[in-house]
Nanobody
Framework: QVQLVESGGGLVQAGGSLNLTCKTSGIFFSLNDMGWYRQAPGKQRESVAG???????NYADAVKGRFTISRDNAKNTMYLQMNALKPEDTGVYYC?????????WGQGTQVTVST
């Protein structure tokens, strides 16, 4: 059974930091391209950052220089270090795993940034 479980969200003041974790099971983690997405109230889900199985990373312009995505293949886990958080970073953050034609999503973790 495939499971992607996000954790680490919460309420933080603007300028603060959070570190999100996505623990996976049931997939060959090291073969998957992984990504973080977020969805703000009333908006579509959008890509935040991605990391390929080779370790290449990409970021949305809105988070470049503030967020860092990483993965630990030995722990089947992906991370998102978020610094200098802004109120517009508020939303539900989801992790995604993708390998060939298979895509899996976690249930999400809420991030709320107050002014």
């Amino acid at each position: 059974q495939v499971q992607l479980v996000e954790s680490g969200g919460g309420l933080v003041q603007a300028g603060g930091s959070l570190n999100l974790t996505c623990k996976t099971s049931g997939i060959f983690f090291s073969l998957n391209d992984m990504g973080w997405y977020r969805q703000a109230p009333g908006k579509q889900r959008e890509s935040v950052a991605g990391i390929t199985r080779a370790g290449s990373t990409n970021y949305a312009d809105a988070v470049k220089g503030r967020f860092t995505i990483s993965r630990d293949n030995a722990k089947n886990t992906m991370y998102l270090q978020m610094n200098a958080l802004k109120p517009e970073d508020t939303g539900v953050y989801y992790c995604k795993a993708h390998f060939i034609s298979s895509t899996y999503w976690g249930q999400g973790t809420q991030v709320t940034v107050s002014t």
